[in-house]
């Protein structure tokens, strides 16, 4: 699996430690220590598109992970989330497609965002009616 990750000032330390501690990943560091919508729009550039993603994911890494989320969901293929733990890491994967997860550094402690960040890769995204049902609804709004 493919990992593009990216991280402001408040986040290059737990980036570092993240990529350390998943070496079985193909990780491409993009960037630290720019202004955070600078750093999203690189990283959602480096991401395929929907159509060709696989198993391409994004990580983007900030102090609260709230700034990186609101500029990656501007762009239409991203589906973007922050988590504050397992649970909303697996969710956010399993029904709500994310495929850039974004983390707060000054929230969560390196072995917390480990745990979010393994939840989140090794869950599937759900081919349940439902959920497939709401992810179009988020297309159709990406279009108007």
């Known amino acids: 699996m493919n990992l593009w990750v990216a991280s402001d000032h408040a986040g290059v330390t737990l980036k570092q430690i993240l990529i350390q501690s998943l070496p079985e990943f193909q990780w491409h560091d ?32 900030c102090g609260s992970g709230i700034g990186m989320s609101i500029a990656a969901n501007k762009f239409a293929h991203i589906r973007a989330a922050v988590v504050w733990d397992v649970s909303s890491a697996t969710l956010a994967r399993q029904h709500n497609h994310a495929n850039v997860l974004c983390l707060g550094a000054r929230f969560l402690n390196p072995s917390q965002a480990l745990q979010c960040v393994r939840a989140w890769l090794e869950t599937a995204p759900s081919t349940e009616t439902r959920h497939l049902r709401r992810i179009q609804k988020i297309r159709n709004l990406e279009k108007k």
């Open 30 to 61: 993009l960037a630290d220590s720019i202004d955070y919508p600078d750093i999203v729009q690189k990283l959602v550039q480096a991401l395929p598109s929907e159509n060709q993603a696989g198993h391409h994911l994004g990580i983007l890494i």
